[in-house]
């Protein structure tokens, strides 16, 4: 699925970037995964459609694009995008729950409680 010009994979996915795992008015971002630098609405995403095991962004490459906004189409680097409310370009609503699974996307942070 292309989105705002970036291929996004994975399961359902909406012209936002939601998939068939969440699926919510707020979930409209994808995270790039540094195994295959592409795009995924999710975890379960990759899991499902990718050949290959997940790899997390590096803390080292955080001030590199590695987030997409689905309504917009802005790419945000993950120090960017960790801990905002909003995009910053377009200010639609991320899904704060997101929070709690930033331990399976990018290296270096702590698992969560989750509070979804």
């Given at each position: 699925m292309q989105v705002h010009g970036h291929e996004v994979r994975g399961v359902g996915v909406d012209s936002e970037t939601r998939c068939a795992h969440y699926g919510t008015e707020r979930d409209v971002v994808a995270i790039k995964f540094a195994c295959c630098e592409t795009y995924y609405p999710c975890f379960r995403c990759?899991?499902?459609?990718?050949?290959?095991?997940?790899?997390?962004?590096?803390?080292?490459?955080?001030?590199?694009?590695?987030?997409?906004?689905?309504?917009?189409?802005?790419?945000?680097?993950?120090?960017?995008?960790?801990?905002?409310?909003?995009?910053?370009?377009?200010?639609?609503?991320?899904?704060?729950?997101?929070?709690?699974?930033?331990?399976?996307?990018?290296?270096?942070?702590?698992?969560m409680p989750d509070r979804r």
């Open positions: 990759h899991e499902e459609v990718a050949d290959h095991d997940i790899e997390k962004w590096p803390v080292e490459r955080r001030d590199e694009p590695a987030v997409l906004c689905g309504a917009c189409g802005t790419e945000l680097a993950v120090q960017e995008y960790m801990g905002v409310d909003a995009c910053p370009a377009c200010e639609t609503p991320f899904n704060p729950a997101c929070e709690n699974h930033y331990h399976l996307y990018f290296e270096g942070v702590a698992e």
